[in-house]
């Protein structure tokens, strides 16, 4: 770096600087990009962002921690993490936009509302057995592949508000949160990108995380109500059976959140919460250490990254432990969960697809039903995936070797 250049000021975007167990979180919300440094580096940071000249930043360092700082490499780590403004800097556009939407939505009279739903839901529910949830409410007519079809298709719009939650949650507090539509396979899939949370202290990252669990809790509650409106002579029109079909897997989500070893919105909550960096990673070391003692994993099964402990904080090798026995609980609260609440939903849709298709005859509409029902399901299980798979090795052969495809983000 010449002289010129340690005489002038950098001009960096917005930074945000949250401290945290293992140093300083320091963010830029228009770059998306976020970095942990250490206190005396977060301190020299502050000052260049100030408008202190480099070489006089680098001087202050010296003077105040009684060593000097390698300012070139420092200075290029900043313009790597895309901190420096390196062409026209365009004026704030104010407010991110939803913001109002996300206030009001979590506002203390949609609070009450919410409160009120929940309360309602809990008082029909113990007074009418009918409106509780059971595997038995997703078949709410007669016909498989109706029931299929609003398996698959009926569950779009609470997955879109639920994520929706989560962004509307950030740009409350001015995060750039957004929400996007990506594929998985064949799969359509709704994910959320809250990577401006890191800008933000921690007490204020819970409610994004929440939020999306709150949108499903609503949406169960909102449908089990209107069920409860159409109830008549202990019985339930078909719009009411219709809203407990749809509210039985929003409920099954719910419940599948609360497994935090599988990286649901809570583990990232608990995550923050206990100051972790990859809670879930060095646990799974961890199990992959203990096993190895027991003689059951050899060291040629040992993954790359339990080679060192350095690659975990030293939060997440103290919580490793405690997370692992958490896994290994809820593995098996997981299997249970199968088996109460989806098991008996596959056994009897499969009970009813082979009494369809045995018995009915080519004249019959229930053989029909049944008969498009098992090319439908044939269809998302076996040839989609299949196809899915081609595609994917055919592409894999095609691309250019040293260029990976593009990172994709996680599924709701």
Known sequence: ??????????????????????????GCAEAESYAVFPADGADLLRHLADGMPVADAADWYQATFGESVDIPDFVATLHELGFVVTGQRHASSGPVRFQRLGRALFSPAAWAVYATIAIATIAVTARYPLLRPRPGNVFFVPSLIVTDLMLVFAQIPPVLLH???????????GIPSRLGVNRRLYYLV?????????????????????????????????????????????????????????????LLRVVWQLF??????????????????????????????????????THRNQHPADASEQVWTPRDQLFAPWFA????IGTVSLLALAAVG????????????????AHGTGNAPRFWDSALALVLIVTQLVILPFLGGLLGRRTA?????????????TPP
């Open 1 to 26: 770096m010449g002289q010129d250049m340690l005489q002038t000021r950098l001009t960096l975007h917005p930074l945000s600087f949250v401290a945290e167990s293992d140093g300083v979180m320091v």
């Open 163 to 173: 994520e929706g939650f989560h962004m509307l949650a950030g740009r409350r507090r």
């Open 190 to 250: 709704a994910e959320t990108h809250l990577d401006g949370l890191l800008g933000l202290p921690r007490r204020q990252r819970y409610l994004p995380f929440f939020a999306g669990m709150l949108a499903d809790v609503t949406v169960f509650g909102v449908l089990t109500l209107i069920a409860a409106c159409t109830m008549s002579n202990g019985s339930l029109a078909w719009p009411g059976r219709l809203a407990l079909a749809i509210a039985y897997p929003v």
């Open 260 to 297: 935090v070893f599988l990286r649901t919105d809570p583990y990232f909550a608990l995550s923050t919460a206990l100051g972790c960096t990859d809670l879930a990673g060095a646990s799974a070391a961890y199990i992959r250490r203990r096993l190895g003692r027991l003689g059951r994993v």
């Open 325 to 328: 026995l958490l896994t290994v």
């Open 342 to 357: 989806v098991v008996p939903v596959l056994v009897e849709f499969a009970r009813l697809l082979a009494s369809g298709v």
């Open 397 to 409: 052969r095609r691309r250019p070797e040293g260029k990976p495809l593009p990172e994709k983000g």
